[in-house]
């Protein structure tokens, strides 16, 4: 089946610090990826949705200039959370969908906590 | 609104026990219909899910769900739970419109006692 990865699996920084995350598809082309925040014992909530070579669309509420989302490849999808506060801390989760099927796949998760 | 209620936060089950997770949704058209897991410490996977045709879905691990249209909702169900169903289930919607964005229920923690 689809797999997809990220990188990396949790982290821990400093408030006022970048913290970068990868997503990758592994065996398929994605034309689409969507980045997904998760807080404790609640739903995952859409943050944005990148289309590959294209500047990614976010959801109402989320400011694109702290979330940075870039889809440079078929395979690949960075989120950067710039000058990360403690409340930044949560669960990211990324997804994918390939060109040819209309579902998602998900990647593990990054846990980030902001110290 | 486009929603999706999952009515038990928290379910503790013995194994063996029947098992029925409620979802109910609120989305104006035809709608696609998910199940997902995520086992602790993994990555949400895709139980089941409904398309179109027989409303009686069958998935992995000897789960099933059926969508009841009138009553806007697709209750997951598992016969004889296993002590390794311990995980946390997610019901989610979409429209089915490609570009159509998945929306997720705030899951149930089911936990299993062996």
């Known amino acids: 089946g689809a797999v997809v990865s990220q990188h990396p699996s949790w982290v821990i920084c400093k408030s006022g610090t970048s913290v970068k995350i990868e997503c990758r598809s592994l065996d398929f082309q994605a034309t689409t990826m969507f980045w997904y925040r998760q807080f404790p014992k609640q739903s995952l909530m859409l943050m944005a949705t990148?289309?590959?070579?294209?500047?990614?669309?976010?959801e109402q509420g989320v400011e694109k200039d702290k979330f940075l989302i870039n889809h440079a490849s078929l395979t690949l999808s960075t989120l950067t959370v710039t000058s990360a506060h403690p409340e930044d801390s949560s669960f990211y989760i990324c997804s994918a969908r390939a060109s040819y099927r209309n579902e998602q796949f998900f990647g593990p998760g990054t846990r980030l906590t902001v110290l | 609104a486009q929603s999706v209620s999952q009515h038990n936060h928290h379910v503790i089950l013995s194994e063996a026990a029947s098992l029925e997770l409620g979802c109910n949704y609120s989305y104006g058209g035809t709608v696609n219909l998910f199940w997902y897991v995520q086992y602790p410490g993994q990555h949400l996977q895709l139980l089941l899910k409904y398309f179109s045709g027989d409303p009686l879905v069958k998935g992995i691990k000897g789960f099933e769900a059926e969508f009841i249209k009138s009553k806007f909702s697709f209750n997951l169900r598992k016969p004889s739970v296993q002590w390794s169903d311990t995980a946390e289930y997610f019901c989610?919607?979409?429209?089915?419109?490609?570009?159509?964005?998945?929306?997720f229920g705030k899951g149930t923690r089911l936990h299993i006692l062996p």
């Open positions: 989610a919607v979409k429209g089915w419109n490609r570009d159509d964005k998945i929306i």
């Open positions: 990148s289309n590959e070579g294209s500047k990614a669309t976010y």
